[in-house]
Structures are given as C-alpha cells and as structure tokens.
C-alpha cells in the first residue's frame, strides 16, 4: 500500500512551520524546504496568514545562511501580507527582522527606520516579545556607534525581561547597559548592571562578560585584588559553557591587571593565552590589543626581540582590520547592488501587468473625463467663493485684532512712544526739561490691609486705582505705574498740552474729592475709610521703555524724587505741591505755604497746600504778588501765602 498523502489544512501547515524551526540550527537546508513546502500548501487552501509565516521562516535561515538579499525578499513579501491581513503583530515582527538584515549589512539608518517602526506596532498592540527585541535591537545599533541614545533604550528593555521572565534577554540587556556605563565613565551604574546581569543566570554568557566587565572597573580603580577575582570568575564561566570568546577576554583582563602592577612576566603568560585562543577564534580588534600589550610588556622586561615581533604582529593585524573593513564596504556594495537587481527582476515580471492595467485605466480615464470636469468645475468655483468669504471674515478679524493690540499698547505706552516701537522697533529715551509728577500714597495702609481679606483688598485698591484712571484721562495726563498702594501719573510729556500743570493740580484735587466721597459711603456700610496723601512737583526728567518681553515706560530723575517726598511730607486730604509747582499756578489757585523741606541734591525747597480754585483768576491784580503777598479770591476769602 502507498502512503497516505496528508490532509491539506491550516493545522498540517502550522505542523510544518513548527518542524521548520525546530530544524533551523541543525539543518538550514532542510529546514528551508519544510518552510517552501508549508508556503505552497498554504497558497493551495487560501491561508494567507500560514503562507506569511513561511515565508517568515524562509527568511530566517537564508538569513543565517548568509544570503542576506534573499532573506531580505522574503521578509518583504511575508509583510506585504501581513499588511493585507491587517495583522499588527505579524507586521511589527517583520519589520524588525527586515531591520537585523540592514544592521547586518552596516546600514544603520534603514536598520532604525524599520525597528523604530516595529516597535510603535509593538506597542500600540502591545505585544511585549516585539517591544523587548525591537528596543534591545534599536539599543544595540545605537550601541555600536556611541551614540548616547542607546541607554534610553536599554534601560526600557530591561523592565520588559523582567516582566516576562526572560532572563537570557535581561542578562544580556543588562550588560549592555554595564558596557554603556563603562564607555561613558559612570563606573557606579556600570558596576550595578554588571551585577544585574550576573545574577539574572550565572551560569550564562552574559554573566561571564559581566565579571570581566567588573574585572575592568575594579582595575580602573586601582584594586587588583577584586579585578583579578572577577576574571577569574568569568574565566570560570566562559570555561564551563565553552564560550571562547569570554575565556580570551577573562585571560586578557588577567594580564591587564599584572601589567599594572609591572609584574610583566606573568602579564605575558595571560596574554600567550589570550593570544591563542585569539587567533583561533581570529578575533582581531582583540588581538590588535593583545599584540600591542605583549609588545609593551616584553619592552619592559629588555627583551626587545620579541617587542619587536608583536610590535609587527601589531601592524600587520591593522593591516588587516583595514582590509576587513574595506571587504565589508565593498560586500556592502554587493548588496547594493544584489538588491537593486532583485527589483529590477520584479520590475520585469511586473511590466506586462502593468501595462495592461494602464490601458483599462485609460480607457476608464477617457470615459469619466468629461463628468469629472464638470464637477471639478463646480467644485472650484465654490473653492473661489468660499475662499474669498473667508479671506473677507479673517481680513476683518485680522483689522479689529489690530486695533485691540494697538489700544493695549496705548494703555501701556504714551502715543508717541508706542508709535515708535511700532515703526522701529525700539524706543528712544528723551529728556524733558519741564514734567509734573503726581504721587498718591493711602496713609496707615498696612495696618487697614490686616483687617482685609486679600480678596476685598484687592477689590477696594482696584476700585480706586480706576476712578484715578479715569480722573486723569479727563485731564490728558499719562498713567505711569502702581507701586504696592502708592499711583504715579506725570504731565508734559507729549509737548501738545501748555496747561498741564494745572491739570495735573486740578486732577489732585479731583482724586481727594473722590476719595472723600468714597469715605462717605465707606461710612455709611460701616466699612474702613481711607486717607490719602497727594504731592506734585514739576522739573526735568528722563523718559524711556525698560524691558524687553514685558514693555515697562517709566521716568527718572530728581523731580521724580521730589515728588514722592512732597507725597510723604503731605496731609491726608490734602494736595501738596512744591514751590515749582506753585510759581506756575499761583495766579490760579489759592494756597497755603507750610514750610520747607530738605532735598537731597536740591537744598531746601518750599512747600504748599492748594486750597481751592480761584473762580477767575483774570480779574485779580497779581502785581502785588511778587512776594507771596495775600491771594485774593473773587469769593472774598484771604489766605497767607
């Protein structure tokens, strides 16, 4: 009897996938026949997903076989499917093996593209397998180069094998993470990995590579001791499960340590070990280390024969990195080209397809043409018109945005300073020779704020500092700043008003008049009432913008100084004015001289209470007045001045 042919189903196809990479390290070549027979069973029955496993696997031993352009190509064509089927996890998994191959061949940037990729799939389905090997791979690209990214990456990983008991995958990531603190000279972090690495499974690779790095942080600091144990712990290790490899760089790390303590003949024994081991594994960027150590060793000790052997030793194995290296550009190139060769064969068996397809096009093209001008037509017309509403809309927000900046401007800035900055960009500071400057201050402020909640003191200062503003508004003044419960405003300063002074006065005396009638109402609620004390003087100033992100225009000067002092030496209820201020509205208001008063850099300086207004100020003879005679008001009262 023959044999019974097996039944083509989706289980006999994932039976084969399974043989296939049971066999994949000890037979490729079988294991790749296996792979081909699953994918062309998959093909028969519609398994696309079965079929994009195979060719998974596929690539996977060609890839170990070294025949990275055709590894590459069915990868490719396992994550066109994948994609098709909309499947996350197949997509993330191929992505990252598409990106080994490019790290394989040196091309970094493709080899990133496709892992960081991989693992923004990964995570978005979280599958942990895919993040651990896309972040653990994305670490190592970075590794290699010396890129300080790789630490982010590493330390991301590490959690991952943790979680899911990966403790191959936690050790070798956490030495990784040892190897990267040691380039960087973190010699505390580097030891704390190393740790990790070891005791995550010590009896592994990782674990040797991690004493052997402990070995090198413990000779850095000078303990051979401990450098010494470590090697030969790793030694120990790398010996038990045959890694060579760590056996060499435990008996290297060995001599390193003798060399330190200048015992240069045991140095040399180690390294006639390491050197052998070495060789056979013909791992050369250690050997290039290694013959120019015993170089330096056998100098030492006089015996120049030998340091003259390996010291050619030494520069024939550069010799030979350099062609290694140069081998790996050209096999670069190879694969270059090998792929673009690939895709021209596809291109080929593509041609006729395509053709056909641009001609059913075409012909689609001619027959809907005509309809879809038409609506293409409508289509702009209405893009036209709504374009043009819009640009009408945003043209009219655009102008009234403009007109509240240029209003908050003015709310900071005088007219012609904010003119300037708009035009220039910058504002120029400018002497005047004659500025009134008004200072307010509420007398026993601290003491009212203690029995206020932040709250109703902020309500009561706000309310106030408004009715001033308005008050100077009235009079054409300028707003220059609010400090704590202290208002400062000044006159003169754009050149169009002769009469400023008098504003300026007559504006005092309207801040005292309001805060007069505010106490009365105060009264009336059974709330605090408050007192103020006003003082103005007239003098030179210098005026100008300070700031740069916070546009700030202020005055400065002696007269600035006065003033305040003017305020300070007032009465509450009172608008005290300086002898300045006085010889300029003599003739205006009736006065009250109280004194002098001394000012720093000016001497002493006459002070005065305005009283009231005089109704007419024309009609009375001021030749008398020469001497600060008795004013005489219309309304009959006499004052001394």
């Not at 690539?59 to 499917?81: F, M, N, P, R, W």
């Not at 690209?141 to 094998?161: C, Q, T």
């Not at 400057?437 to 009561?460: C, H, N, Q, R, W």
């Not at 002074?501 to 105060?522: F, P, S, T």
Request: a positive charge.
């Amino acid at each position: 009897m023959g044999q019974v042919a097996p039944k083509e189903d989706t289980a006999y196809v994932n039976k084969l996938l399974q043989e296939s990479k049971t066999l994949s390290n000890e037979d490729p070549a079988k294991s790749l026949s296996v792979a081909i027979r699953a994918k062309e069973m998959a093909r028969r029955i519609h398994f696309p997903i079965g079929e994009a496993y195979a060719l998974k696997s596929m690539g996977l031993v060609t890839k170990v076989q070294g025949k990275h352009v055709e590894a590459l190509d069915y990868y490719e064509q396992s994550l066109k499917i994948f994609r098709e089927q909309k499947n996350k996890i197949g997509i993330s998994n191929l992505l990252n093996n598409i990106g080994s191959v490019y790290a394989d061949q040196g091309d970094d940037a493709k080899a990133l593209q496709y892992c960081l990729e991989s693992l923004k799939i990964a995570e978005e389905t979280g599958d942990k397998l895919r993040i651990l090997t896309a972040l653990a791979n994305i670490g190592s690209i970075y590794h290699n180069k010396k890129d300080p990214r790789a630490i982010n990456y590493f330390l991301k990983a590490l959690p991952v094998s943790e979680e899911m008991g990966n403790k191959e995958a936690y050790g070798v990531i956490a030495v990784n993470i040892g190897e990267t603190y040691f380039d960087k000279g973190d010699n505390l972090n580097a030891l704390t990995y190393y740790n990790k690495a070891f005791k995550a499974n010590n009896n592994s690779a990782s674990a040797a590579y991690a004493y052997n790095g402990i070995g090198k942080l413990y000779l850095k600091t000078g303990d051979y001791n401990m450098a010494r144990i470590n090697h030969s712990k790793a030694m120990f290790i790398s010996k038990k499960i045959n890694d060579k490899m760590q056996q060499m760089r435990a008996l290297k790390g060995m001599a390193n340590v003798y060399s330190e303590q200048k015992d240069y003949k045991s140095s040399i024994g180690y390294y006639q070990k390491a050197k052998l081991l070495g060789e056979e594994l013909q791992a050369n960027i250690e050997l290039k280390e290694i013959y120019v150590e015993m170089a330096l060793a056998y100098s030492k000790i006089g015996d120049f024969s030998n340091a003259y052997l390996f010291k050619s030793k030494y520069a024939n194995i550069k010799d030979t990195l350099y062609n290694v290296e140069t081998a790996k550009k050209l096999k670069d190139f190879q694969f270059d080209f090998d792929l673009t060769k690939k895709q021209g064969e596809i291109n080929l068996l593509t041609k006729d397809k395509k053709l056909t397809e641009a001609e059913v096009q075409r012909q689609r093209f001619a027959r809907n043409t005509l309809a879809i001008g038409a609506i293409l037509l409508l289509i702009i017309a209405f893009v036209i018109y709504r374009n043009y509403r819009i640009k009408a809309k945003t043209n009219t927000i655009l102008d009234r945005q403009k007109v509240q900046i240029e209003n908050l401007l003015l709310n900071i800035l005088p007219q012609e300073v904010a003119t300037e900055l708009q035009t220039t960009g910058h504002a120029t500071p400018k002497h005047y020779d004659k500025v009134a400057v008004l200072f307010t201050d509420f007398k026993g402020f601290t003491a009212i704020a203690e029995k206020m909640s932040p709250g109703e003191l902020v309500e009561e200062l706000n309310t106030c500092f408004i009715a001033f503003d308005n008050i100077i508004d009235k009079y054409g003044l300028e707003k220059i700043k609010t400090i704590g419960d202290s208002y400062m405003c000044a006159a003169g300063l754009s050149g169009t008003d002769n009469d400023y002074v008098y504003n300026m006065v007559k504006a005092g005396l309207e801040i005292q008049k309001y805060i007069e009638d505010y106490n009365d109402r105060c009264q009336s609620l059974g709330r605090e009432c408050w007192a103020i004390r006003l003082g103005i003087h007239v003098g030179p100033v210098v005026a100008g913008v300070v700031g740069k992100k916070k546009y700030a225009y202020d005055i400065w000067g002696n007269t600035v100084n006065i003033a305040s002092r003017m305020e300070s030496n007032g009465a509450p209820g009172k608008v005290n004015v300086s002898n300045s201020v006085f010889q300029v509205i003599k003739d205006r208001f009736a006065c009250n001289h109280r004194g002098k008063i001394y000012a720093k850099n000016v001497g002493d300086i006459d002070m005065y209470f305005i009283e009231h207004e005089i109704i007419d100020y024309k009609l009375i003879d001021t030749s008398s007045n020469k001497n600060h005679s008795p004013l005489e008001a219309t309304s009959g009262t006499s004052l001394t001045a």
